[in-house]
């Protein structure tokens, strides 16, 4: 009985001891909130760059961006969208967009690399970007900063331009498609059609005419879309993935 009684007392201590310490911890620690890291900024940064006003829930702006070059074949609002005129290689007239629909003759920003975010802060408020607040709020436009100073990559690094050819291994980025993009796009790339019945448009249909664009969306996510991103994997785990979809169903 006395061993009981002393087992029952060790205990009955063991539990005192250990509710005081956390009780000693709590309150200079329930207060703390999770702390958000550049990389949760240059994410957001990347889908604002992508379509800001889809990001904010915006209507788009009406007029044509008056920044907007004669050259240009596209009008109203998707000339607002950063990609639209420095592309999804950021390398603007330089780069994929050189020719085509999306051509403008803007320059890219790969320039704009390890700059201070808060002179390209300065520079999209300028007269030639004519961003303003009530646009894009400031601790958003920041965070679109940080993206253009932090995040981008040299896509040539990842994709062929002349064959448009992912410079990945594909059997490296199946598994990593299967275990994380298929949750949504389907084991066969087809569970999710961005355009309609008639005219299908999968996401083995992007890798293959447009892996700039992949390659973006999957490393920032779809603007106004709860979808994840891979911006913490290596980008070559993620060339990998767009070499697997490049062999995906596009139709």
């Not at 009981?4 to 205990?11: A, K, R, V």
């Not at 005192?16 to 009780?23: E, G, L, P, S, T």
């Not at 003759?105 to 700059?115: A, F």
């Not at 992912?166 to 598994?175: I, L, V």
């Amino acid at each position: 009985m006395k061993l009981q009684e002393d087992f029952i007392l060790i205990n009955l201590l063991r539990g005192v001891v250990f509710f005081m310490a956390v009780m000693a911890y709590w309150p200079a620690n329930a207060a703390e909130q999770p702390t958000k890291t550049d990389v949760w900024d240059i994410a957001r940064g990347g889908q604002l760059y992508d379509k800001w006003y889809g990001v904010l829930a915006r209507k788009a702006p009406d007029q044509t961006h008056p920044a907007y070059t004669a050259e240009g074949k596209s009008k109203g609002g998707s000339t607002w969208r950063c990609k639209e005129c420095h592309g999804w290689d950021y390398r603007g007239a330089a780069g994929a967009y050189s020719k085509g629909s999306h051509y403008s003759g803007i320059k890219g920003l790969r320039d704009m690399v390890g700059k201070d975010p808060d002179e390209i802060h300065k520079i999209l408020m300028s007269d030639s970007h004519r961003f303003t607040d009530q646009m894009i709020p400031h601790d958003e436009m920041i965070k679109l900063a940080k993206f253009v100073s932090l995040g981008q990559i040299d896509m040539d690094l990842y994709i062929d331009r002349a064959t448009k050819t992912a410079r990945g291994d594909a059997n490296r980025g199946a598994s990593a498609y299967q275990t994380i993009c298929a949750v949504c796009h389907g084991f066969d790339g087809k569970a999710i059609n961005f355009k309609d019945e008639k005219k299908p448009e999968y996401i083995g249909t992007v890798a293959k005419k447009n892996p700039w664009e992949f390659m973006h969306k999957a490393r920032f996510g779809q603007p106004g879309v709860p979808m994840i991103s891979l911006i913490t994997l290596p980008v070559q785990d993620i060339a990998d993935i767009l070499a697997y979809t490049q062999t995906l169903p596009d139709k």
